[in-house]
Every structure is written in structure tokens, then in C-alpha cells.
């Protein structure tokens, strides 16, 4: 399994404020999930006021919404590590298909090793849109929903998933590895053996897979 692994707490210099309250309600998330990320015990942990943090997030809800796009980033950068352990130079559909396999284990493997991180990263509290341009993105600049989009597209491009199969397929995949996560997670399946939990994950991919690239 990959871990995933963020700098170490930074102390704050003047004219970084934001960016270590976002780092630091990052670490609370990664603690307790959204409910954990708060102002002031994000404040405490820079060493500023309250006062001074409000100047930067007038509310709970812009903190979350921050470290949510952070929390995004990690499921992105986890997803590509995963791509990329595929060899870049093959181009096959069998390398096309192993590249879809590996976003989806990666996303039920950050649930798994990360799960205050998976759950913070779907908190956007309602009424702020979800993500702006440019958050929640990975070493590519792109977010785990384009780096799936991105596995279908080749796919499909190379004639391996017929054309009435393609629209919303991404919505049919994520819907199936976030729900067996959130199964893992927070389900019945949590109790799950790990050998019987690598089997049912290795047969939901094969699912996937097969409704999307079977004659």
C-alpha cells in the first residue's frame, strides 16, 4: 500500500499566515476528519490569535474548504504515483487498462490509509461551490476526477471502450470504488479480513472494467 506523507509542520513567518493555518487544518483533518478543522484550534497551532486567522479565513467554513483542496491534492498525487508505476512508454490497451485499475485501487487505498483525509476532502461545506480552478489538483495539475477521465479517455481512444458505453463513465467508476470505501470505512464491510478485502477490490475493479471494455 502507499503512503501518503506531507511536510512536516512549518513554524509561522510573517507573511504566511494563510498558508500555515491551511497546513495546519490540514494535520487536524488528517487527526479527526472535517469536524476536527476549526479556526481557533488551527490558530493555536501556528501560535497567532483567532484574530489573526480571521483576517485570512472569515469563517469555519473557508478553513474547511482550503484544507479540503489540500486533501483533494493528496488523493491526486496518490493516483498518479499510481499511473505512473505503469511503464509511461506502453501504450497498449492492456497499459490502459492497468493505468484505470490503478486509480481505482489508489482511491480505496488513501480511504484506507488516510481516512480523516478521505472524508475531509468530500466535506466542501454546501453553499461554496466545490473546488475552484487550480485546488484539489496533483503534481499535474489535474484532480482525481480528471486523472480518471483521463484513463477512459485513452481507453476509448484506442477503440477499447465502445462509444455508448463512454458518457458518464467516470460518474459509474467513482461511484463504485467511493462506495466500497465508505463500505470499508464506515459500513458493514469494515470488519472485513484484508485477504477478503484484496479480493473484493480486486473483483469490483474487474466490474468496472468489464462493463465498461466487454463486448
Given at each position: 500500500?502507499?503512503?501518503?506523507?506531507t511536510?512536516?509542520?512549518?513554524?509561522?513567518?510573517?507573511?504566511?499566515?494563510?498558508?500555515?493555518?491551511?497546513?495546519?487544518?490540514?494535520?487536524?483533518?488528517?487527526?479527526g476528519?472535517?469536524?476536527?478543522?476549526?479556526?481557533r484550534?488551527?490558530?493555536?497551532?501556528?501560535?497567532?490569535?483567532h484574530n489573526?486567522a480571521?483576517?485570512?479565513?472569515?469563517?469555519?467554513?473557508?478553513?474547511l474548504?482550503?484544507?479540503?483542496?489540500?486533501?483533494?491534492s493528496?488523493?491526486?498525487?496518490?493516483?498518479?504515483a499510481?499511473?505512473?508505476?505503469?511503464?509511461?512508454?506502453?501504450?497498449?490497451?492492456?497499459?490502459?487498462q492497468?493505468r484505470?485499475?490503478?486509480?481505482?485501487?489508489?482511491?480505496?487505498?488513501f480511504?484506507?490509509?488516510?481516512?480523516?483525509?478521505?472524508?475531509?476532502?468530500?466535506?466542501?461545506?454546501?453553499?461554496?461551490?466545490?473546488?475552484?480552478?487550480?485546488?484539489?489538483?496533483?503534481?499535474?495539475?489535474?484532480?482525481?476526477?480528471?486523472?480518471l477521465?483521463?484513463?477512459?479517455?485513452?481507453?476509448?481512444?484506442?477503440?477499447?471502450?465502445?462509444?455508448?458505453?463512454?458518457?458518464?463513465?467516470?460518474?459509474?467508476?467513482?461511484?463504485?470504488?467511493?462506495?466500497?470505501?465508505?463500505?470499508?470505512?464506515?459500513?458493514?464491510?469494515?470488519?472485513?479480513?484484508?485477504?477478503?478485502?484484496?479480493?473484493?477490490?480486486?473483483?469490483?475493479?474487474?466490474?468496472?472494467?468489464?462493463?465498461?471494455?466487454?463486448?
Amino acid at each position: 500500500m502507499w503512503l501518503v506523507s506531507t511536510p512536516p509542520l512549518r513554524p509561522y513567518h510573517h507573511g504566511h499566515l494563510r498558508s500555515a493555518l491551511v497546513e495546519a487544518g490540514t494535520e487536524l483533518a488528517r487527526e479527526g476528519g472535517p469536524d476536527a478543522v476549526v479556526v481557533r484550534a488551527a490558530s493555536r497551532r501556528v501560535g497567532v490569535s483567532h484574530n489573526a486567522a480571521y483576517r485570512h479565513f472569515p469563517d469555519r467554513d473557508a478553513l474547511l474548504k482550503a484544507v479540503c483542496g489540500r486533501c483533494m491534492s493528496a488523493l491526486a498525487r496518490l493516483m498518479e504515483a499510481g499511473i505512473a508505476a505503469v511503464d509511461p512508454d506502453d501504450h497498449s490497451v492492456e497499459a490502459d487498462q492497468a493505468r484505470l485499475r490503478a486509480t481505482g485501487r489508489a482511491y480505496v487505498e488513501f480511504a484506507l490509509a488516510e481516512p480523516g483525509w478521505f472524508r475531509t476532502a468530500f466535506a466542501v461545506p454546501p453553499g461554496l461551490g466545490y473546488l475552484d480552478a487550480g485546488e484539489g489538483g496533483g503534481a499535474s495539475g489535474m484532480g482525481p476526477f480528471e486523472l480518471l477521465s483521463a484513463q477512459l479517455e485513452a481507453l476509448a481512444a484506442a477503440g477499447a471502450i465502445p462509444p455508448k458505453r463512454r458518457p458518464y463513465a467516470e460518474i459509474t467508476a467513482w461511484s463504485a470504488v467511493h462506495g466500497f470505501s465508505s463500505l470499508l470505512l464506515d459500513g458493514p464491510l469494515r470488519a472485513l479480513p484484508v485477504p477478503e478485502r484484496e479480493d473484493a477490490l480486486g473483483r469490483l475493479l474487474d466490474n468496472i472494467e468489464w462493463g465498461l471494455i466487454s463486448p
